[in-house]
């Protein structure tokens, strides 16, 4: 196998590497090579059969092509050299086919194996020219020995030596053809591999480039709607609050009109910091990451609190909101996420729920997972409304109360349920309230 190694190295050096030449003439000079591996050959093989002027013909011919194959390779002539090539090759197989016993000779079938080599190294618009000259030569110099017999003699000394020279010539072009065929195949299929390995390359470059841009996009997109937040939902409430402030300092108010007036000062402060708080926390999550930190929790310790302070703020609104479940169910969860997950789900049941209303709030494992559910008996909504329901399309709305939202609640949900190796899912219909359902790993 190193051997193989070896030879291989050895080959590419002598003939080029993909970076110093192109196939067409590494062929060439791969052509050369055995071409006078094959020249090497016959010098002491036609001397030993009788037919020493071949011999020398042949040995002349080596020099030649070594210096061909030096100029090409080492001198980087490569294109001037090769149509140098293809003229003394041609005009050495004639002068071959005269002092070779003529047809009777195997230089007919040396010219059909070199006009083969000769198409695979010439450019594609002289290889018509090049069978043309071949044909040429061959049909011309058939012609001389038709007519003129006696101009191409019989150089055979013996028919012992035709013989051994016919079945050389044939074997040296079999050998030729097969290293010749092998060599483009190989460079075929290495050509056709590095061709797949660049489209593959330029097609997960074109992936990475359209993940890019849909990246781009979101964040464009996201960007739009957080600025949208700012000068739409956020100033509207701020301006209210102006507003109320200037009443109460521009004109004297008596008891029940201050009290009225602070009331609903206080409730648009409320609800401004709720919507501001939701935007901060989605702005931090998209702009550095979450770090979420899942562990063993049960309900209690990471729910108890908010559902009693949910409890209070929907009994505000004259909203009953119950409880079904067992508090020590444990799941696998991150405790921050986890609250704030539900308490956005409680609060949008709140806001979407008439006075005097029912929420109630339900813990049940099925399997590997336990699922929370708040269900009301709200004003609930369309199938429209719920394929936007948790992406940055969904508009935000007024409450059955008036109650302001920033569009982003829902969002959050489904994002930090999602960290948390979770699904969030809806089941609601116009007038008949509205089911969030959350389901997360269940705990041992």
């Not at 194959?69 to 003229?87: D, E, G, N, P």
């Not at 004297?252 to 401004?272: H, N, Q, S």
Request: hydrophobic share 45%; glycine share 6%.
């Amino acid at each position: 196998m190193r051997l193989f190694g070896d030879i291989n190295r050895l080959w590419i050096r002598l003939t080029g590497s993909t970076a110093e030449f192109p196939l067409e003439f590494r062929i060439f000079h791969a052509l050369c090579l055995i071409a006078s591996l094959a020249l090497a050959y016959n010098v002491p093989f036609n001397y030993l059969i009788g037919l020493p002027y071949i011999a020398l013909l042949s040995l002349v011919t080596l020099i030649i092509f070594l210096f061909l194959y030096y100029r090409s390779r080492y001198q980087r002539k490569v294109k001037s050299t090769i149509t140098i090539f293809t003229i003394i090759g041609n005009l050495l197989f004639a002068i071959n086919f005269v002092y070779n016993s003529g047809t009777y000779g195997p230089t007919d079938l040396l010219m059909g194996l070199s006009i083969l080599l000769v198409l695979c190294v010439v450019p594609k618009k002289q290889q018509k020219m090049w069978i043309a000259v071949n044909l040429s030569i061959i049909i011309g110099m058939h012609l001389v020995e038709y007519f003129r017999p006696a101009w191409i003699p019989n150089s055979y000394i013996s028919r012992e030596s035709r013989y051994w020279d016919l079945s050389s010539a044939y074997v040296v072009v079999i050998i030729v053809l097969y290293y010749t065929i092998t060599y483009l195949k190989r460079n075929y299929d290495h050509e056709k591999r590095s061709a797949s390995e660049k489209a593959n390359a330029i097609e997960l470059q074109n992936r990475h480039i359209t993940k890019q841009n849909h990246d781009l996009e979101r964040i464009n997109s996201e960007k739009n709607k957080l600025m949208s937040i700012i000068a739409h939902d956020l100033r509207s409430p701020l301006s209210n609050i102006q507003n109320y402030l200037e009443l109460v300092t521009e004109y004297e108010l008596d008891t029940a009109e201050r009290r009225m007036v602070e009331g609903d000062l206080l409730k648009v402060t409320r609800r401004t910091i709720d919507m501001l708080g939701k935007l901060l926390v989605w702005s931090k999550a998209q702009m550095d990451g979450v770090n979420v930190k899942l562990s063993y929790v049960n309900l209690r310790d990471a729910l108890f609190n908010t559902i009693e302070l949910e409890k209070a703020i929907a009994l505000k609104k004259d909203i009953a909101l119950t409880t079904e479940l067992d508090w020590d169910i444990k799941i696998v969860a991150d405790s921050d996420m986890l609250q704030l997950v539900i308490r956005n789900l409680i609060s949008n049941a709140i806001k979407f729920t008439n006075t005097g209303g029912q929420i109630s709030f339900k813990a049940k494992q099925i399997g590997s997972e336990c699922w929370l559910i708040i269900r009301d008996n709200g004003i609930g909504m369309s199938t429209d409304k719920q394929s936007e329901l948790f992406s940055l399309q969904a508009q935000s709305t007024f409450g059955t109360d008036n109650e302001k939202g920033v569009g982003l609640g829902l969002l959050l949900c489904k994002e930090f349920t999602e960290l948390q190796g979770g699904r969030i899912w809806v089941e609601s219909a116009p007038g008949a309230g509205t089911a969030f359902f959350v389901s997360m790993p269940a705990g041992n």
